[in-house]
């Protein structure tokens, strides 16, 4: 089976501090996303990596910096976290283009 | 723009069959998958259409038309665990660096 994880399942910062989430898949695979979801507003893409050291910007990239120095592990950076980035943030990894994409379990993030 | 639109709240009761409706308007199109949410929980995949027609795996059916840019995900004999958000997604992109892009999802709730 195929596992992704998420460093924490909830976390609280505050606004001004630099925020690092991190994921972890367990399957090889290329491909790894990071989403925000946010009641009404669906799953939105906030960037996302086609191989190591390579990334993409998403929908929604203002606020937030990725890395990806290791095929399996891909870090969501909040360079100065606030209020209005409090969500729950999710991770997702595939093997190739036309495959399934399989979620991590999510962290609930509150900037206060 | 690109947009997936989708009723946010359904009813059912047990045992009787739902339709989840997706419409979508896309810069690209390669393809419409549906997953689903738990509360609490991460999406899961249940099903991918890349051509028209139905696509049927156990209680659950997909149905997607390119020409009408839509497509629909059918639950059958339904049971309170089917209590849960699905959100439809489309494929944007043939090549290596494509990512699914998310409609806001539907909120189905399962009665007994």
């Known amino acids: 089976d195929v596992k992704v994880t998420q460093s924490s399942r909830y976390l609280v910062k505050r606004t001004g501090e630099k925020v690092f989430l991190e994921c972890v898949q367990d399957m090889d695979h290329e491909n790894m996303f990071w989403y925000r979801q946010d009641p009404g507003l669906g799953l939105r893409l906030i960037y996302f990596?086609?191989?190591?050291?390579?990334?993409e910007k998403g929908d929604i990239p203002e606020g937030y910096s990725v890395s990806r120095e290791k095929k399996e592990r891909f870090s969501l950076i909040l360079e100065s976290a606030s209020t209005n980035q409090t969500s729950m943030y999710l991770c997702?990894?595939?093997?190739?283009?036309?495959?399934?994409?399989?979620f991590g379990p999510g962290t609930r993030l509150l900037v206060l | 723009g690109q947009s997936l639109e989708q009723p946010s709240e359904v009813t059912a009761v047990e045992g009787a069959i739902v339709q989840i409706n997706c419409t979508y308007q896309?810069?690209?199109?390669?393809?419409l998958s549906w997953y689903q949410q738990h509360d609490g929980g991460a999406p899961t995949f249940l099903s991918y259409?890349?051509?028209?027609g139905l696509e049927e795996t156990g209680r659950f059916s997909s149905f997607l038309s390119r020409s009408d840019s839509y497509g629909y995900l059918l639950l059958q004999e339904l049971q309170m665990k089917d209590s849960a958000s699905y959100f439809c997604?489309?494929?944007?992109?043939?090549?290596?660096?494509?990512?699914?892009?998310f409609g806001t999802g539907t909120l189905l709730a399962v009665q007994p």
């Open positions: 896309t810069s690209g199109f390669y393809g």
């Open positions: 990596s086609y191989d190591v050291k390579m990334k």
């Open positions: 997604a489309v494929r944007d992109y043939g090549g290596a660096t494509n990512k699914l892009i």
């Open positions: 259409n890349a051509l028209d």
């Open positions: 997702a990894s595939r093997r190739g283009p036309k495959e399934t994409q399989y």
